[in-house]
């Protein structure tokens, strides 16, 4: 079945240092999702990508899509403390109509 | 994630007895579903329902069982048959099943079993 791995799983960053996380799946996806969970919450919808190459921005938060719709990536720019938490990437597979997530990457920001 | 809620947010339970887990939503959402999440790993899909009186199994539906009887409610059973339940349990809800839709979720139910 559809896999979609996600590294790092952790990430330790100092307040103002940028970070990334990435996203690969096995098979194409018709679309990736990025949700936050932030610490004992659940998670929240942060963006969806559908079409091959595409960049979206957020503030400090940059999405891509990769050109093969098989990989993507979050970057945050100049991370603050309200960043903690896990990112999850979701991914649906072309042809699918379920949606695989990642294991996610937990942020920690040292301030 | 307003409108879908969980209860209740910590259940204990003896190892061996059935528990009934809750979701309601007020977002009028055809497509509800019950991930599963451990330490560690991402969400892990239980149980999907597209529609009223019509559900799915996921790729973890062994030891739970769920039904759709009204378009608000789709209850998670966690059953004696599953062998490792203690968990945090997260009830979720989309417009359709369609494969643009963003999924909405509840606050989410932890799971002890003793």
């Known amino acids: 079945g559809q896999q979609v791995m996600q590294i790092p799983q952790y990430q330790h960053v100092q307040e103002g240092e940028d970070f990334t996380t990435y996203c690969n799946s096995s098979t194409t996806l018709s679309n990736i999702q990025w949700y936050k969970q932030r610490p004992g919450g659940h998670p929240v919808f942060l963006i969806q990508?559908?079409?091959?190459?595409e960049v979206k921005k957020q503030k400090r938060l940059t999405f891509q899509f990769g050109e093969a719709k098989k990989n993507s990536s979050l970057h945050i720019t100049a991370t603050q403390t309200t960043d903690v938490g896990t990112y999850f990437c979701?991914?649906?597979?072309?042809?699918?109509?379920?949606?695989?997530f990642g294991k996610g990457t937990k942020l920690s920001v040292i301030p | 994630d307003g409108g879908i809620t969980q209860s209740p947010k910590y259940l204990f339970r003896k190892e061996g007895q059935n528990v009934t887990l809750s979701c309601e939503q007020n977002?009028?959402?055809?497509?509800m579903y019950w991930y599963r999440q451990d330490p560690g790993q991402g969400l892990r899909l239980i149980y999907y329902?597209?529609?009223?009186?019509?559900?799915q199994k996921g790729d973890i539906a062994e030891g739970y069982s769920v039904s759709r009887e009204k378009k608000e409610s789709f209850p998670l059973t966690v059953t004696s048959a599953q062998k490792n339940p203690t968990a945090f349990y997260l009830c979720?809800?989309?417009?359709?099943?369609?494969?643009?839709?963003?999924?909405?979720f509840g606050p989410g139910t932890r799971l002890t079993v003793l």
């Open positions: 979701a991914g649906v597979g072309a042809g699918s109509y379920q949606l695989t």
């Open positions: 329902s597209q529609i009223v009186n019509d559900f």
């Open positions: 979720a809800s989309s417009v359709t099943r369609g494969d643009t839709d963003t999924q909405y």
């Open positions: 977002l009028n959402h055809d497509a």
């Open positions: 990508l559908v079409k091959s190459g």
